[in-house]
């Protein structure tokens, strides 16, 4: 069977996780098949990175950051 393609199921979501919250994220391309997922490493490795870190922030920028931008603008232009 190939690799599967399209969106993410909850399982595989799952899967992932657990995986790397185990054994860590050392190696992307033995990754899928040591965890159960017939997904390439390429494509796990960016869900993990854009969706599923728990250290992903979300959201509107606080007041802080905002200000943060503001003065960099200032300070840097557009470049």
Same mark, same amino acid.
């Given at each position: 069977? /190939?690799?599967?393609? /399209? $969106?993410?199921?909850?399982?595989?979501?799952? %899967?992932?996780?657990?995986?790397? =919250? &185990? *054994?860590? *994220?050392?190696?992307?391309?033995?990754? $899928?098949?040591?965890?159960?997922? %017939?997904?390439?490493?390429?494509?796990?490795? %960016?869900?993990?990175?854009?969706?599923?870190? $728990?250290?992903?922030?979300?959201?509107?920028?606080?007041?802080? =950051?905002?200000?943060?931008?503001? &003065?960099? *603008?200032?300070?840097?232009?557009?470049?």
């Amino acid at each position: 069977m /190939g690799l599967k393609k /399209g $969106p993410w199921t909850l399982e595989e979501d799952r %899967l992932l996780v657990s995986y790397i =919250e &185990k *054994h860590g *994220h050392d190696n992307w391309r033995a990754l $899928p098949k040591q965890a159960g997922l %017939l997904r390439c490493g390429k494509s796990c490795r %960016l869900r993990w990175t854009n969706y599923l870190r $728990p250290d992903i922030k979300r959201g509107n920028f606080t007041k802080e =950051e905002e200000d943060t931008i503001i &003065k960099l *603008h200032e300070v840097l232009g557009n470049k």
